[in-house]
T-cell receptor
Framework: GAGVSQTPSNKVTEKGKYVELRCDPISGHTALYWYRQSLGQGPEFLIYFQGTGAADDSGLPNDRFFAVRPEGSVSTLKIQRTERGDSAVYLC???????????FGQGTRLTVV | LAKTTQPISMDSYEGQEVNITCSHNNIATNDYITWYQQFPSQGPRFIIQGYKTKVTNEVASLFIPADRKSSTLSLPRVSLSDTAVYYCLVDTGNTGKLIFGQGTTLQVKP
């Protein structure tokens, strides 16, 4: 596709459930990022991949959050035992390399009820 | 990473030039200054990036004084569609980590 694609666009889940959020980056982009955005706030960094490896996961809030990018393209953000405080828009971005323009997807709006 | 400070909100009218200033007193030698724009229900979109002096593209201009402790995003002749949140970021470009503040909510009125 032409841009970064995120699925699903909306996800409602019950507290305690497990969720997976998917990101399809722009083809050929080696860098991939996950952010979380709460209402009225700027995006908050979660994790950055360079290729298949997580180059920086310092933004993951706790061990309930995990992300993978096994083949260096598609990435999945996994959240275990979801809590109401996890409700936010989860944004994915990709760039050709780490120091070039980042392109963001539309985000996945996660609501934990 | 350097912290940035920018106004929470600004109002303007169609056709006016809008200047949004961002302070980044602790910017490091290797840091670049980047501005992103975000519309409701969309991800941020890159607008412009610079290191020093002036950068101009088809969307905006970025002015950076010699001490690089601040920068000004200039939007010429804004329209209603420029209503958005504008974020100023500083980063080395090598970490891959973009640190967003609260941004400046620009409201353009008819």
């Amino acid at each position: 596709g032409a841009g970064v694609s995120q699925t699903p666009s909306n996800k409602v889940t019950e507290k305690g459930k497990y969720v997976e959020l998917r990101c399809d980056p722009i083809s050929g982009h080696t860098a991939l990022y996950w952010y979380r955005q709460s209402l009225g706030q700027g995006p908050e960094f979660l994790i950055y991949f360079q290729g298949t490896g997580a180059a920086d996961d310092s933004g993951l809030p706790n061990d309930r959050f995990f992300a993978v990018r096994p083949e260096g393209s598609v990435s999945t953000l996994k959240i275990q035992r979801t809590e109401r405080g996890d409700s936010a828009v989860y944004l994915c971005a990709s760039s050709r390399t780490a120091n070039t323009e980042a392109f963001f997807g539309q985000g996945t709006r996660l609501t934990v009820v | 990473l350097a912290k940035t400070t920018q106004p929470i909100s600004m109002d303007s009218y169609e056709g006016q030039e809008v200047n949004i200033t961002c302070s980044h007193n602790n910017i490091a030698t290797n840091d670049y200054i980047t501005w992103y724009q975000q519309f409701p229900s969309q991800g941020p979109r890159f607008i412009i990036q610079g290191y020093k002096t002036k950068v101009t593209n088809e969307v905006a201009s970025l002015f950076i004084p010699a001490d690089r402790k601040s920068s000004t995003l200039s939007l010429p002749r804004v329209s209603l569609s420029d209503t958005a949140v504008y974020y100023c970021l500083v980063d080395t470009g090598n970490t891959g980590k973009l640190i967003f503040g609260q941004g400046t909510t620009l409201q353009v009125k008819p």
